[in-house]
């Protein structure tokens, strides 16, 4: 029984061997006086900090200004979403999914429903795809935006961060008028949505969209193309696109790397398939346009031309949308027959995968979450040896993690 | 300071004359000097906390308009005047408070420092022809070199802090004021060069012509670019964005001011924004015509001993200076952050080679034309 209760040993503190690249300046400058002994300061960056976004806990190992290795530490923010998915009855746990990705709730109650519809085989409406479509895509806009604020205040811009609250409050504004929550929303639900769109709720999304696309030139112009922060940005935390598919990132990460995969293209789900056939939206790619490919600002540029890109496929949809119901045919209590489903969406984040399966109960017999945040996080220690302090805040936040995510 | 330094310093001062106007007959000198002295000491700690009261509400407000919201709008009633002084009683009634592991005495005497020292700069400044607390006759020495000992207060408050992140701080700081103390001198030899002195009270005077407006930048070809590289090694120097490293929230917490909190954190802030009054003071004096204005100018000769006259003398360079201040609040709120090897590279590499070149320029200029 004690050995239960007594906390097991430590492990042996790994060493972190410092690469003889880190020893060097990016420009390939050797400009340490190695003849004087120095040594190194071991920093814990979080878990309170304000450039981890959440309690990340970075342990920096640093030599002056230059960080010689970092260990990323998560857990803080657990809460074991995945186990009380398998304790909780379907639609209960749709409250849950909200909880991991704050920043883009709508994406991860459509990601668990349709994993979900995937094991009942429901057939979902017309108008309930559609709307779901918006939702998605707006949430995506907003989350783009919050990504991109902080990541000027990392760089020490704080003026964006306000212009895109400013976009972001319509945007949830929107979201309260759909469905009453402005961040945890649960609209869309097992087998459609929540409930209809209110009366001109559709025609202020159109208005959105107009208003939208003049303020993201002013944000374009404000700081994606600002030299100082192209200076900062540029040539840092570089991520190859082999790396990329090693480290299995997903999303803006790898798409900043010149890896031409969306999920919502290639393994197309509800009414993607139509809308990337119809070529209503490109998938925009880092090109190492401003210093190399797979930096930190491909990522960025990414995720500001995604904005506009969601903007298409909003227009799209509304174009065609038309009356009808919103949620098929689900009972209160429901039984989900037997059978298993991985389902993977393009989150804003990444792919963001649900694997659930079902003994024909009314609970979940496993509910296992591919976050993305969680996978595209294990590159920064890949990234961070060898680059000064200031740029590895700038690298951490081009990774774009929501702790809630990551830790789950 | 001894009495003879202290009646050169205070003789033809405002307040001397005052005084002497007032005491009674029979008064020995070195009471007059003394009460000069105390009384100039009161009215510059209430000059600089008024200074730095009034930028700490316009920085809230300049930020607030700039990102779409009103800032401070209910303390005092009109747009929250009385914002900064609420902040200030609230800052000084918080808990005392020094880390464990802490040097106690330098941990209590940075923040000192550092505001001190800035009080001490302020004195060689001139507000007005009569206007001012000690005519040092090298007066941009002095205020260079108190300006150089805030640095001293910040790498002590970094070193004693006893964190990480304060000593990175200090370091950045340390660092980043060896590279610009050298530009920042050096531009300042291009008005020296056409003005002939170093005290700012004959230099403001000398600049009185051309209905106000026979500034320094109008004197020489080179007035402008020295101007500008003044004008970014003295945003480097009073550690503002985009050279607000040795705080740099987004990296290093709050830098060297990590583990402060209450008044002493007070302090610091409130010497940022004297430094910032302070070197655009400097700039409007050396630059931009001191107290002159064509609003000055209209005012005939016999007046100009007047209290209205130097009223609206001290005026002029307070306006003078708030335009810089805001112009650097204005870049706070616009620019990202630079990088330490960028900061360090535009110091040396640009900055400081530039300098030199304006100093050349302006000297072959001044002795061919002047």
């Known amino acids: 029984m004690t050995e239960i209760n007594t906390p097991p040993e430590p492990p042996e503190a790994k060493t972190i061997e410092i690469p003889e690249k880190a020893r060097t300046l990016p420009s390939?400058?050797?400009?340490?006086?190695?003849?004087?002994?120095?040594?190194?300061?071991?920093?814990?960056?979080?878990?309170?900090?304000?450039?981890?976004?959440?309690?990340?806990?970075?342990?920096i190992r640093t030599d002056g200004e230059v960080v010689t290795g970092g260990q990323v530490h998560l857990g803080y923010l657990h809460r074991c979403a995945e186990k009380i998915g398998e304790n909780v009855e379907w639609l209960q746990y749709l409250p849950y999914t909200d909880r991991y990705d704050y920043l883009s709730a709508m994406n991860n109650n459509l990601g668990y429903s349709l994993a979900v519809e995937a094991v009942m085989g429901v057939e979902i409406p017309r108008r309930a795809t559609l709307l779901r479509t918006i939702c998605a895509e707006l949430n995506r806009i907003g989350s783009h935006l919050i990504a991109f604020g902080t990541y000027g205040l990392d760089i020490g811009a704080f003026t964006p961060f306000f212009y895109c609250f400013r976009e972001r409050e319509w945007m949830m504004a929107l979201f309260e008028k759909i469905c009453g929550a402005r961040l945890t929303y649960s609209y869309i639900r097992i087998g459609?949505?929540?409930?209809?769109?209110?009366?001109?709720?559709?025609?202020?999304?159109?208005?959105?969209?107009?208003?939208?696309?003049?303020?993201?030139?002013?944000?374009?112009?404000?700081?994606?193309?600002?030299?100082?922060?192209?200076?900062?940005?540029?040539?840092?935390g570089v991520i190859t696109p082999e790396m990329a598919v090693d480290y299995g990132l997903t999303g803006p990460m790898l798409r900043g790397s010149g890896i031409d995969f969306d999920l919502r293209r290639d393994m197309p789900y509800m009414a993607y398939d139509e809308i990337s056939k119809a070529g209503v939206y490109d998938v925009p790619l880092g090109r190492g346009e401003k210093g190399e490919l797979g930096d930190c600002w491909d990522r960025v540029y990414v995720r500001v031309q995604e904005m506009m890109e969601s903007i298409k496929i909003i227009r799209w949809c509304l174009g065609c949308i038309e009356d009808g119901p919103v949620i098929g045919d689900i009972p209160k209590v429901l039984k989900v027959p037997p059978g298993e489903a991985y389902v993977g969406i393009e989150n804003p984040r990444g792919e963001l995968g649900h694997y659930v399966a079902s003994d024909g109960g009314k609970v979940a017999k496993r509910c296992r979450v591919r976050g993305p945040s969680f996978c595209n996080v294990a590159v920064l220690e890949k990234l961070l040896p060898g680059t000064f302090l200031a740029d590895s805040v700038a690298i951490i936040g081009s990774t774009d993690v929501v702790i809630?995510?990551?830790?789950? | 300071m001894n009495l003879m330094a202290l009646e050169a310093a205070t003789t033809g001062n405002a307040f001397t004359e005052l005084l002497g106007g007032i005491a009674p007959e029979g008064t020995p000198?070195?009471?007059?000097?003394?009460?000069?002295?105390?009384?100039?000491?009161?009215?510059?700690?209430?000059?600089?906390?008024?200074?730095?009261?009034?930028?700490?509400?316009?920085?809230?407000?300049?930020?607030?308009?700039?990102?779409c919201r009103y800032g401070p709008m209910y303390a005092g009633g009109w747009h929250g005047w009385a914002q900064t002084l609420a902040d200030g009683v609230k800052l000084l009634l918080k808990e005392d408070m020094i880390p464990l592991g802490a040097d106690k005495p330098l941990f209590m005497l940075a923040p000192?420092?550092?505001?001190?020292?800035?009080?001490?700069?302020?004195?060689?400044?001139?507000?007005?022809?009569?206007?001012?607390?000690?005519?040092?006759?090298?007066?941009?020495?002095?205020?260079?070199?108190?300006?150089?000992?805030t640095t001293i207060g910040v790498v002590m408050a970094g070193w004693a802090s006893n964190s990480k992140w304060s000593l990175y701080g200090a370091m950045r700081e340390a660092a980043q004021v060896v590279a610009y103390e050298v530009p920042l001198g050096v531009s300042l030899f291009v008005p020296l060069m056409v003005a002939g002195t170093f005290s700012l009270t004959e230099a403001s005077a000398a600049q009185s012509?051309?209905?106000?407006?026979?500034?320094?930048?109008?004197q020489n070809p080179f007035m402008l670019p020295a101007f500008i590289i003044f004008f970014i090694a003295a945003l480097a120097e009073t550690k503002r964005a985009p050279f607000d490293l040795p705080e740099a929230e987004s990296e290093l917490v709050a830098g060297f001011m990590t583990e402060y909190s209450g008044i002493r954190w007070s302090f610091f802030f409130m010497e940022e924004y004297a430094a910032m009054f302070l070197m655009s003071a400097v700039g409007a004096v050396f630059f931009f015509g001191g107290y002159h204005s064509p609003l000055t100018a209209l005012f005939p000769e016999e007046a100009t001993t007047g209290?209205?006259?130097?009223?609206?003398?001290?005026?002029?360079?307070?306006f003078k200076s708030f335009v810089g201040v805001f112009v650097m609040m204005w870049l706070r709120w616009t620019l990202p952050r630079l990088r330490i090897d960028q900061v360090m590279s535009m110091g040396y590499k640009y900055l400081t080679p530039l300098a030199l070149v304006c100093v050349l320029g302006a000297a072959i200029w001044e002795t061919i034309f002047a």
């Open chain 1, 28 to 59: 390939g400058e050797r400009e340490f006086m190695l003849d004087v002994s120095t040594s190194d300061l071991e920093v814990n960056m979080g878990p309170q900090h304000p450039a981890t976004h959440g309690v990340m806990r970075i342990l």
């Open chain 1, 192 to 236: 459609g949505v929540f409930n209809d769109a209110p009366v001109g709720w559709l025609k202020e999304v159109e208005r959105f969209c107009d208003v939208f696309e003049e303020k993201w030139q002013e944000y374009y112009d404000l700081l994606v193309v600002n030299h100082i922060f192209v200076q900062r940005t540029a040539k840092i």
């Open chain 1, 404 to 408: 809630g995510e990551t830790d789950r």
């Open chain 2, 29 to 67: 000198t070195w009471a007059l000097w003394l009460g000069a002295a105390g009384a100039g000491v009161g009215i510059l700690v209430a000059f600089v906390s008024l200074v730095a009261m009034f930028s700490v509400w316009l920085e809230r407000k300049v930020s607030a308009h700039i990102q």
């Open chain 2, 112 to 149: 000192a420092l550092v505001l001190g020292a800035i009080f001490g700069a302020l004195v060689a400044l001139p507000l007005a022809p009569g206007f001012f607390f000690a005519d040092v006759n090298m007066g941009l020495f002095l205020i260079l070199a108190f300006s150089s000992l």
């Open chain 2, 209 to 218: 012509g051309w209905f106000g407006m026979h500034w320094f930048i109008f």
């Open chain 2, 307 to 318: 209290l209205l006259y130097q009223l609206v003398c001290a005026g002029t360079l307070i």
